[in-house]
């Protein structure tokens, strides 16, 4: 299974973004889908995921704020993030597992991940 994010970028205060993680090599339409993200000096962290059946779950940090979906027709995964922050500038990891959603141990397949730098 590979997981490749796209979809960061540069964008300012306030602003939005949506960035992607397509899947290949095998359907993921029963796994956990999760967004993570980590900001230079710190460690990874729990954004948001969508369970198998649909159920969503979200960090403090984005609720309000993104929206996580997925297109199992499309082995996809999509986070739009809107009213963006200063604070929200990390690497943004999608991943794919079967366990806590918002444990980084339960996921066994990782993107590469993808920048988002929100200037203020």
């Known amino acids: 299974v590979q997981l490749q994010a796209s979809g960061g970028g540069l964008v300012p205060a306030g602003g939005s973004l949506r960035v992607s993680c397509a899947a290949s090599g095998r359907s993921l339409s029963s796994y956990t889908r999760g967004w993570f993200r980590q900001a230079p000096g710190k460690e990874r962290e729990f954004v948001a995921a969508?369970?198998?059946?649909?159920?969503?779950y979200y960090a403090d940090s984005a609720k309000g704020r993104f929206t996580i979906s997925r297109d199992n027709a499309k082995n996809t995964v999509y986070l739009q993030m809107n009213s963006l922050k200063p604070e929200d500038t990390a690497v943004y990891y999608c991943?794919?597992?079967?366990?806590?959603?918002?444990?980084?141990?339960?996921?066994?397949?990782w993107g590469r991940g993808t920048q988002v730098t929100v200037s203020s």
């Open positions: 991943a794919a597992g079967l366990g806590v959603p918002s444990q980084t141990r339960a996921y066994g397949y």
């Open positions: 969508i369970d198998g059946s649909g159920r969503i």
